[in-house]
């Protein structure tokens, strides 16, 4: 497959699956929007899972980026923060439907399944970029407060799905700005 059939398979992939959902959206489905040949795609992913998670791959390097991007050019604490701004901006996006690492935990629930694996490891990717900078400040419970801070986010990005964007990761913001007060930072 060519680099760009590849990409163009695993772009209608990641936008069929998060609208849809993975169960929900069909192999038929996806290669008549990308115009990939069944055979080929069973060429390159031996099954749906297989392309499922490369799908969620591409989502997580995207996030990986960004969040590498701004921990390269700010301060540990305006890094932690950008999170929420960048949740917001996310939550805003007339896409928005929730987040597709949550979706994949819930419908491959079994936490042994690959899937639910590759979720959880972008949840523990999010909760050690969280520890890294407050390591990076000195926080003596920098487990503890990445974690907290997660639970901010990850609930911002729930009540956003469950209840439609509004001002969720800003008011989380506020809370995360509080915590770190707190911490001394």
Same mark, same amino acid.
């Given at each position: 497959?060519?680099?760009?059939?590849?990409?163009?398979?695993?772009?209608?992939?990641?936008?069929?699956?998060?609208?849809?959902?993975?169960?929900?959206?069909?192999?038929?489905?996806?290669?008549?929007?990308?115009?990939?040949?069944?055979?080929?795609?069973?060429?390159?992913?031996?099954?749906?899972?297989?392309?499922?998670? #490369?799908?969620? =791959?591409?989502?997580? @390097? $995207?996030?990986? !980026? /960004?969040?590498?991007?701004?921990? %390269?050019? *700010?301060?540990? +604490?305006?890094?932690?923060?950008?999170?929420?701004?960048?949740?917001?901006?996310?939550?805003?996006?007339?896409?928005?439907?929730?987040?597709?690492?949550?979706?994949?935990?819930?419908?491959?629930?079994?936490?042994?399944?690959?899937?639910?694996?590759?979720?959880?490891?972008?949840? #523990?990717?999010? =909760?050690?970029?969280? @520890? $890294?900078?407050? !390591? /990076?400040?000195?926080?003596?419970? %920098?487990? *503890?407060?990445? +974690?907290?801070?997660?639970?901010?986010?990850?609930?911002?990005?729930?009540?956003?799905?469950?209840?439609?964007?509004?001002?969720?990761?800003?008011?989380?913001?506020?809370?995360?700005?509080?915590?770190?007060?707190?911490?001394?930072?």
């Amino acid at each position: 497959m060519t680099s760009r059939k590849r990409e163009q398979l695993l772009s209608t992939a990641v936008d069929l699956f998060y609208r849809e959902g993975y169960h929900a959206t069909g192999i038929d489905r996806i290669l008549a929007e990308s115009g990939v040949a069944k055979m080929t795609l069973y060429k390159h992913f031996r099954s749906k899972d297989e392309l499922i998670m #490369a799908a969620l =791959e591409v989502r997580r @390097q $995207r996030t990986a !980026e /960004r969040m590498l991007e701004a921990e %390269a050019r *700010l301060q540990p +604490r305006a890094v932690i923060l950008a999170v929420f701004d960048g949740l917001q901006e996310f939550l805003q996006d007339e896409a928005f439907r929730g987040c597709a690492f949550i979706h994949a935990a819930a419908e491959f629930h079994e936490r042994s399944h690959p899937i639910h694996r590759q979720a959880a490891e972008q949840k #523990a990717f999010v =909760e050690a970029y969280f @520890q $890294r900078q407050l !390591e /990076r400040l000195g926080v003596r419970s %920098a487990a *503890l407060l990445a +974690r907290q801070l997660q639970y901010l986010m990850e609930g911002a990005l729930v009540m956003a799905h469950i209840h439609g964007p509004a001002d969720q990761a800003r008011e989380a913001r506020q809370a995360a700005e509080s915590l770190l007060q707190v911490a001394g930072i």
